[in-house]
Each structure stands twice: as structure tokens, then as C-alpha cells.
DNA sequence: CGTGTAAGGAATTCTGACACG
DNA sequence: CGTGTAAGGAATTCTGACACG
């Protein structure tokens, strides 16, 4: 019922140069961490990587972490806690959703 | 007020390759229809072209139009008169956010 | 551990031009 | 008018490795 048509944000269409001007990060930077498995780049046919904005707030997350001297072991931790919270609160979502549907079921006749 | 933190719609952070892809245009017509004033990528400092997603969706359209034979002259003018007509609905949103305002000014104590 | 760098190769993109129609 | 293509050059990206610490 509800689509997401164009999530631009998680569409993985760019190159690392951009990627590291957009971040201040270097290409060796960008490339360990998907070593590290913080990011998850997608590639072309040919093998080179394409990232999403989704992907450059991530860096810029990780930039910063690093900079307060986490590893990046550590940082993947965090990240990954950051990702069950993520589903738990599409969970509660979904079952707000729930009841709020229950609610309205038989009297949502008028408004659009 | 309203700010757009995020418009990664518009960021101009594309390769052209990508764009080929994905609007399974070739490079010389996205070139020519750039040649054309259709579309209006940047650059980066060595000179290559950088798309945002709106300049895709543009040249998915374009590539309708050309279908149905229309010139490359004629699908500008159309593309003016659409801006124009966007710019009339912001003044209208603008006037009506003047009026909504001026009836709330008073009694906006409560609800965030 | 995290990052820099030189190395060699492969893929990308650019421009201006000739071609066809 | 709109698009294909071959041409030559410049810029991009890739991998694996050595280096420092």
C-alpha cells in the first residue's frame, strides 16, 4: 500500500572520487572501511564501486568516530546496534499501525 | 523556517556512465540534448559532467518525447512553460501559507 | 591497526570531426 | 536534426604490496 518509488537515497550510483570529495575522506580511507565491513558498496559490471547517500552519511559517521580514536571494530559494533534498534522501532511502527487501522476499519468512509 | 537539509535529489554526483545505465540513453545524445540547453550538468574540476537524479527523471522524459518524434526545440519550450507553472504554484502555496498563518498567528499555543 | 604511496593495467570520459539523411 | 563512430589524450579506478608504527 504505502511504496517507496524513488529512494534516491540508497540508490548506489556513485563513484569513490565523489565520494571522497563529499567526504574529506582518501580512497585508501573509503576502501578500508568496506574492508572492515562498515560499508557495503555495490559494483558495476567492470568492478568499480558505486555508492549511495546513505553510504556517505556512514563515512561521515565512521570519519568522525575515528577522529575521537574508535576502532574500526568498535565502530562496527555500534553500528550494528544501531541497526536492531532501527528494526525494533519499525516493529513498534508496524503495530501502531495495527491499531490504528483496527480503530478506524469500520468508519473510514468520508476523507481521502 | 523550512529548510531542505538533504536534497540528494538534486546533488550533481553522477557519472554520465551511470546515467547511460539508467536511462539507457548513449553518451551522445545525453551530450546533445546538454547541447540542446535540456539539461544542465556541473563539473568537477577536470571536466567531467556530474548529473543529479532530477537531471535522470528529466532525460527519461526527454527520451519519451523524442519517441513520439517531438524535436529537441520543442521539448525545451515545453520544459519552460512546466517551470513557469511551477513557479505560479509556489506563489500560491506561498500566499496560501500568508493566510493560514495570519489565521493561526493568535491561537498557536498548543500542538507542536 | 589504519593509512600513505608507487606500480601497472584496465576502464571512463572528453572534444572535435566526419558521416548519414 | 539527431545520432553513430573512430581517434587520441587525459583522468579515474582497481588490486596487491611494501612501509611505518
Same mark, same amino acid.
Given at each position: ?11 548506489? +550510483?556513485?563513484?569513490?572520487?565523489? +565520494? ?39 563515512? +561521515? ?52
Amino acid at each position: 500500500m504505502s511504496f517507496e518509488s524513488t529512494p534516491y537515497k540508497d540508490k548506489k +550510483v556513485i563513484s569513490i572520487g565523489i +565520494v571522497s570529495e563529499l567526504t574529506g575522506l582518501s580512497f585508501r580511507q573509503i576502501r578500508y572501511y568496506e574492508e572492515r565491513k562498515l560499508i557495503f558498496p555495490e559494483r558495476n559490471e567492470k568492478g568499480t564501486r558505486r555508492y549511495s547517500f546513505s553510504d556517505i552519511e556512514k563515512l +561521515v559517521e565512521i570519519a568522525n568516530k575515528r577522529e575521537e580514536g574508535v576502532q574500526t571494530h568498535e565502530i562496527r559494533k555500534e553500528m550494528k546496534q544501531e541497526r536492531t534498534k532501527s528494526v525494533e522501532k519499525n516493529v513498534l511502527k508496524d503495530m501502531l499501525r495495527g491499531q490504528f487501522n483496527a480503530h478506524f476499519r469500520n468508519n473510514n468512509n468520508n476523507s481521502m
